[in-house]
């Protein structure tokens, strides 16, 4: 069963902000979600051992860094919000 | 001379442009016009390239110049997940209001080397949730054989810009089926290629162990051109496969001559699949036995449960991935009185109600007291199926299923009731979950109120056998 806190509690970890309406329509689709997906807890449960692939290297060569400033233009006109070249926030602490 | 639309492959155009029959301008103009007139009714396109003509022109250079690749000057359209540099990409959600790609995914790179020229962006459920393109912060997109009904999703604007004639190529991506089964109800070709095959750099995530990006085309062919231009290994992908590994893995083996069909019948016997679907379905198996395949029942005893498993690590893997949208660094960005407020907001307002869904159910599964029961479940699960299928390629070359389990459906008809949405996947998402190569191609029609309604028809082969796969399309479609 899935109740409204916890609801609440998911939509909070997930910092969504999430109507009163809302709520109750998301509670009955969790719920007949998470209903259907239960098949796999009747499943015959034969764990198998977690198996990587194939190992290999994914990681570069930490070398030719580019030249310093080259994308900043790009990335930080997509900020919505900036003040002197850095991104502006609400003071944290 | 006069460009037929309707009959154009992009090989037939490649030697037309080649042979200066028409230009690569005249081509674009041609689709653009059709866009002009259908666009408005379809909404296949959220945005058409104010830059089209003057791709086409570059185009046209590389083709004088013979120094393009085959999709010199083929229009394509790209569906709005894959990054373009420098022009809008929002995944067809408010969260992206306003940003622009800052590079090119690699395969618009690839294709920008090859000369194609891209139309515009086409819409899509929103972050490539959903099976019918209606979520859509943009408004739904309609199927163009039948307006009152779906294109499918979520790469539904790809499939009806297709099918409209509003490209002759068109990209997508495929979590659970986002491909093949748009490419069924739009009457189309369709192919979710090997996991790791397609670089995914440029791509939006969703679920990052299932995503793939693959083509569209009106005939296997044009399907297996695009799949060939955008394949290869890329060092921006950390999962994308190095060349060699890919071909050690497929093997050097040829496919037998005479090669061996297997239908899961178990599968097929489930309800909810469409009476006409499975007619359909068995005629075209009957086909390809008198073709001179062979015809092999197989079992997959524990297929039925990928749906379940799908819908638990999908919606895991899109619950973390999607925790970059924070309104800090691009896209919309909402303000509250507190920090949390302001994720809260922004995330409140600028993902659509498909998203919130899959965010929390993904918060859901992955909460310590459910963890066990739900996601190491699916994943133990997971590795049942795959070792199913891997036993059964060892008997049969390839397996085939619908694509989808009905036609069409109507605008509307699922879209309050996301459990019905999914189960339109039981057929797709398998393929997603192994990694391996699906294609689906045209397999004839169902009448539904006096239209033709097109079915497709799906195949699935062992990891870095989309060859077999080609094979098998062309012979049977």
């Known amino acids: 069963m899935i109740e409204k806190k916890d609801i609440e509690k998911l939509a909070h970890l997930s910092r969504i902000e999430v109507s009163e309406e809302e709520k109750d329509v998301l509670r009955k689709d969790m719920e007949s979600i998470l209903d259907y997906v239960s098949q796999i807890k009747e499943a015959v449960s034969q764990v198998l051992p977690k198996e990587a692939g194939e190992l290999r290297n994914v990681m570069r060569e930490d070398n030719n860094p580019h030249e310093k400033g080259l994308y900043t233009k790009e990335i930080m006109d997509e900020v919505p919000d900036t003040e002197n070249g850095y991104v502006k926030v609400k003071q944290i602490l | 001379m006069p460009i037929d639309l309707k009959t154009l492959t992009i090989k037939k155009a490649h030697e037309h442009l080649a042979k200066g029959d028409f230009s690569a301008v005249e081509l674009s103009e041609a689709y653009l016009k059709n866009i002009e007139i259908h666009n408005k009714n379809i909404n296949a396109y959220l945005e058409v390239f104010d830059d089209a003509k003057e791709q086409a022109q570059k185009a046209q250079k590389l083709i004088e110049t013979k120094t393009g690749g085959m999709l010199a000057g083929i229009p394509v359209a790209m569906k709005d997940n894959i990054l373009i540099q420098g022009k809008r990409a929002s995944s067809a959600s408010k969260i992206l209001e306003g940003y622009m790609a800052t590079y090119d995914a690699t395969v618009v790179k690839k294709l920008k080397v090859e000369g194609a020229v891209f139309l515009g962006r086409t819409n899509m459920d929103e972050f490539a949730m959903g099976g019918s393109t209606e979520n859509s912060a943009f408004g739904v997109t309609k199927n163009p054989i039948d307006t009152t009904r779906v294109p499918g999703g979520s790469s539904g604007g790809s499939a009806a810009a297709l099918a409209m004639d509003g490209a002759l190529a068109a990209l997508g991506s495929d979590t659970g089926g986002s491909i093949r089964q748009p490419a069924a109800f739009c009457g189309l070709v369709g192919l979710k290629p090997t996991y790791g095959t397609v670089s995914r750099y440029g791509l939006m995530a969703m679920a990052s162990s299932l995503d793939q990006i693959g083509p569209f085309g009106k005939t296997v062919e044009d399907a297996e051109i695009l799949f060939n231009a955008i394949a290869g290994h890329d060092p921006m992908d950390s999962t994308s496969i190095p060349d060699e590994m890919a071909k050690r893995t497929k093997g050097t083996s040829e496919a037998s001559k005479k090669m061996t069909i297997g239908i899961p019948k178990d599968i097929l016997d489930s309800p909810g699949i469409d009476a006409d679907v499975l007619k359909n379905f068995n005629e075209g198996i009957a086909k390809l036995k008198s073709d001179g395949y062979l015809i092999k029942d197989i079992s997959l005893p524990n297929m039925h449960y990928a749906l379940s498993v799908y819908y638990v690590i999908m919606p895991a ?23 949390f407020e302001d994720y809260a907001k922004t995330r409140g307002e600028g993902f659509g109600r498909e998203v919130r869904r899959r965010i929390l159910l993904g918060a859901y599964v992955l909460s310590s007291g459910y963890y066990d029961a739900y996601y190491n479940k699916a994943w133990s699960l997971r590795n049942l199926i795959s070792k199913d299928f891997a036993d059964v ?22 879209s309050n009731d996301p459990l019905a949405m999914y189960l339109a996947d039981v057929f ?19 009448d539904r109120d006096g239209k033709k309604i097109p079915l497709g028809l799906q195949f699935m082969a062992p990891h870095f ?11 049977s479609f």
């Open chain 2, 317 to 339: 893997e899109a619950s973390a991935n999607l925790s970059r949208f924070d309104g800090v660094r691009y896209g919309l960005s909402k303000k509250g009185a507190t920090p």
């Open chain 2, 393 to 414: 390629f060892k008997e049969v070359d390839v397996i085939a299923t619908p694509t989808t389990p009905t036609p069409a459906f109507k605008l509307g008809e699922k």
């Open chain 2, 428 to 446: 797709t998402v398998p393929a997603n979950l192994i990694g391996i190569p699906a294609l689906t191609v045209p397999s004839g029609a169902v």
């Open chain 2, 465 to 475: 056998r989309e060859d077999i796969l080609f094979r098998v399309g062309k012979s």
